[in-house]
C-alpha cells in the first residue's frame, strides 16, 4: 500500500480515514532517520495498546524528510499492522510534523511520544484518560516529579532543570517538564491553538504549554518513569539557542500584546477557571530570581549585537548601540514579568529610571573599555569580553535596584 507524500495539509486515504474515525486517540511517533529502531518500538507500542490500552487508537508514524530507509520500513509497518498508518513531510522539525498530523486526524484527543520509547508505556493511559472524560485539556509527562523514576546523565539532567527553572523566571509557567516527549492534547483545543504556535522544531512543545497555560485551560502531570536513549540525535548546542531565542520571542508577544492571549481565551478558555499564571512574587529573593533570567537573555542579546555591531562601528558606539537598544527592552521586560506592572501607568518613569541605569552601565562598559585599551592594549577579544561582563553584572545589579525602588515607590 502506498502512501502520498505530504507537503502542506496532509491527505488522507480511505484506509486511514477509517482508522482514524473510530480512533479516540491518535499516537503520533515522529520521526527522522530511524530506519533501525522504527520496526522495534511500533511494533512494541503496538502490541501494548493492543493488549492493556481501554481505548480505541491508531498510531502515526510521522517521516519528516528522513534520508535513509525511514519511509520504507514505515511502509513496511503500514502493510503489517492494521491500525498504523504513515505520512511524509518534505521538511524537517518535530513541531511541523505534529502540526501537520494532528490537524489532519479525526481523533478527539492526540497525542505524541518519541520513537524511543524513552517513557513507560503505562503512562499513556493516566496521560490520555484526563481528556478523554474532559478533565483537563493538554496533558505532559513530567520527569521532574518526587516519584518520577529517571535514568539520564548529570549532565542531560542539570540541562533540562536549568530549562525549565529559566522557563519559571521568564515566562511565569506553573508546569514542571517542557520537553518530556510525552505529551496529549485534545484535538478541539489544538484547532485553536496549533494556528498560532510559530515554532516547528523542539521549542514546539513549550510555546504550546505556555498558550495552554495563558488561556486558563487545565494541564494535567503525569509523573513518569524514563530511561534516556544514548544515541538521541538532539543537538543540545542548537536546541539551546534555539529555545533562548523561542523564549524571549514569547516574552516579547506576551509583552506587547503581539500573541492574542485574550481571544484565545474568550474562545477555548473556561471563565470559570482562573488562569494558570501565578501572580508576580512580592519578595525580593523571587524578584530576582525572575530578573536574574531576564537579564541571562539581556545579556546574550547585548553581546550578540555587540559583537556584530563590533567589526562595523568600532568597541564604543558598538557598545553604546547595544547597550541602548537592550536596556529598553530590559525595561520593558521587567516591567512585566518581574515586577507585574502593565499597562500605561509609571511607564514614562519606569523608562527614565532605566535609562539612568542605562547611562550607569555605559559609563561603567565605556570606562573599562577605555581603562584596557590604556593599560592593556594588546590584550585580545576574550579578555575585552572578560571585563564587559564585570562591568555589566555591576551595572545589572544598579537596574535591580532602580526599577524595583521606582515600582516599590507606587505600592
Given at each position: ?329 530590559n525595561t520593558a521586560t521587567n516591567r512585566r514579568l518581574t515586577f507585574g506592572v502593565s499597562g500605561g501607568e509609571g511607564l514614562l518613569k519606569h523608562h527614565l529610571g532605566g535609562l539612568v541605569a542605562f547611562a550607569v552601565g555605559l559609563g561603567l562598559t565605556s ?45
Open positions: 500500500m502506498t502512501f502520498p507524500v505530504a507537503t502542506g495539509a496532509l491527505p488522507v486515504l480511505e484506509h486511514n480515514r477509517r482508522v482514524d474515525v473510530d480512533s479516540v486517540v491518535d499516537i503520533v511517533i515522529p520521526v527522522y532517520n530511524e530506519e533501525r529502531d522504527l520496526g522495534r518500538s511500533v511494533t512494541r507500542l503496538n502490541d501494548y495498546l493492543s493488549r492493556d490500552f481501554p481505548y480505541s487508537y491508531c498510531i502515526t508514524i510521522a517521516d519528516n524528510a528522513s534520508t535513509d530507509g525511514t519511509w520504507a520500513e514505515a511502509q513496511r509497518l503500514v502493510e503489517e499492522l492494521p491500525r498504523v498508518r504513515a505520512v511524509h513531510l518534505d521538511e524537517k522539525g518535530r513541531g511541523r510534523a505534529l502540526k501537520a498530523v494532528w490537524s489532519a486526524s479525526a481523533a478527539p484527543v492526540l497525542a505524541y511520544m518519541d520513537v524511543d520509547l524513552s517513557t513507560d508505556l503505562r503512562a499513556l493511559l493516566p496521560l490520555v484518560a484526563p481528556l478523554v472524560t474532559g478533565h483537563s485539556d493538554v496533558a505532559i509527562g513530567t520527569r521532574l516529579a518526587a516519584v518520577s523514576r529517571v535514568q539520564r546523565g548529570a549532565k542531560r539532567e542539570f540541562i533540562s532543570r536549568s530549562y525549565n527553572l529559566l522557563l519559571k523566571g521568564t515566562l511565569a509557567v506553573s508546569f514542571s517538564d517542557a520537553q518530556c516527549g510525552f505529551k496529549a492534547i485534545r484535538a478541539a483545543v489544538a484547532a485553536k491553538l496549533l494556528p498560532e504556535v510559530q515554532d516547528n522544531n523542539w521549542f514546539f512543545d513549550t510555546e504550546l504549554l505556555v498558550l495552554t497555560q495563558r488561556c486558563g485551560l487545565r494541564i494535567a502531570e503525569v509523573p513518569v518513569d524514563w530511561t534516556d536513549d544514548p544515541d538521541s540525535r538532539v543537538d543540545i548546542v542548537a536546541t539551546a539557542r534555539e529555545d533562548l531565542r523561542g523564549i524571549a520571542r514569547l516574552a516579547r508577544g506576551l509583552t506587547t500584546g503581539g500573541i492574542p492571549v485574550q481571544r484565545l481565551r474568550a474562545e477555548i478558555g473556561s471563565p470559570r477557571v482562573p488562569s494558570t499564571v501565578p501572580g508576580v512574587p512580592r519578595g525580593m529573593l523571587s524578584q530576582l530570581v525572575r530578573f536574574g533570567a531576564v537579564g541571562v537573555l539581556s545579556t546574550l542579546a547585548y553581546f550578540g549585537l555587540y559583537l556584530a555591531l563590533r567589526e562595523l562601528t568600532g568597541a564604543q558606539i558598538a557598545n553604546v548601540v547595544a547597550l541602548l537598544i537592550t536596556a529598553v527592552a570606562g573599562s573599555l577605555w581603562s584596557l585599551s590604556r593599560l592593556a592594549p594588546e590584550s585580545g577579544r576574550a579578555v575585552e569580553v572578560a571585563v564587559l561582563v564585570l562591568a555589566n553584572l555591576i551595572a545589572t545589579a544598579v537596574r535591580f535596584l532602580t526599577l524595583r525602588q521606582l515600582i516599590a515607590s507606587e505600592d
